[in-house]
């Protein structure tokens, strides 16, 4: 078990293969992500260790907790702190730096982090309703939900209804998704597909739970066995 990494969303663009295949991609950008502290417990087969990214240089975007709490951990303050479950035997100690080195080629990682947050939206954008009739016998209820519940029995509506409210803004996962490249000179990792989060959002990337093997990414041009004669 390895300890994952805190990336920033710069966007997605795409990334050509030799052979011509376009994937898209998106782009992260891993600062110097610090390792603040490791603590090991002998009564557990793992141990957890503190990491640290975007580094806070002006003294006065800090309060005094957050001072006393990095000044008692003997390390620099850090924006944004998450803490992983490692082995004992990975040789990770205090002060050590994760860069993009830290993944290869090929491999598939789990990306998580908040999705976009949209605000108050309909039952259609919500929970993608197909809608009432634009025609005959709808008035004024296109985009509407429909009935939410029964008369006096049971007289309520059920908890769970899917109606409109907020929509996005919440913490989400994606696995397996494969590193397409790895850039050590400008420290940015090219994931294939979408991530969680708007430009700009902070995400953590690890290892992933469900694929451990590394496979090619560079995917061959399907034949056209069907070619006119």
């Known amino acids: 078990m390895r300890p994952g990494i805190i990336a920033k969303k710069i966007g997605m663009s795409n990334f050509y293969t030799p052979n011509g295949l376009n994937i898209p991609v998106t782009i992260l950008h891993v600062d110097d992500c610090k390792v603040i502290e490791r603590t090991e417990?002998?009564?557990?087969?793992?141990?957890?260790?503190?990491?640290?990214?975007?580094e806070i240089k002006k003294e006065n975007k800090t309060n005094k907790a957050t001072k006393?709490?990095?000044?008692?951990?003997?390390?620099?303050?850090?924006?944004?702190?998450r803490e992983f479950s490692i082995d004992k035997e990975t040789e990770v100690k205090a002060g050590d730096s994760l860069k993009v080195d830290h993944f290869q080629e090929g491999q598939f990682i789990d990306v998580s982090g908040f999705s976009k947050g949209k605000g108050f939206?309909?039952?259609?954008?919500?929970?993608?309703?197909?809608?009432?009739?634009?025609?005959?016998?709808?008035?004024?209820?296109?985009r509407a939900h429909g009935s939410t519940g029964q008369c006096q029995d049971p007289g309520k509506v059920f908890k769970g209804k899917k109606m409109a409210g907020h929509l996005?803004?919440?913490?989400?996962?994606?696995?397996?998704?494969?590193?397409?490249?790895?850039?050590?000179?400008?420290?940015?990792?090219?994931v294939k597909g979408s991530t969680p989060g708007a430009r700009g959002a902070w995400l953590v990337v690890e290892d992933s739970i469900k694929q451990k093997s590394v496979k090619d990414f560079?995917?061959?041009?399907?034949v056209d066995s069907k070619k006119k004669k």
């Open 121 to 142: 939206a309909g039952a259609m954008k919500r929970h993608n309703f197909g809608g009432m009739r634009a025609t005959h016998g709808v008035s004024i209820s296109h």
């Open 168 to 190: 996005g803004d919440e913490h989400k996962t994606l696995q397996s998704l494969q590193v397409v490249k790895v850039d050590t000179k400008n420290n940015i990792i090219c």
């Open 41 to 54: 417990k002998p009564e557990l087969d793992t141990d957890k260790i503190l990491l640290g990214a975007c």
């Open 218 to 222: 560079d995917i061959k041009i399907p």
């Open 68 to 81: 006393g709490f990095f000044k008692k951990k003997s390390s620099v303050p850090f924006k944004y702190i």
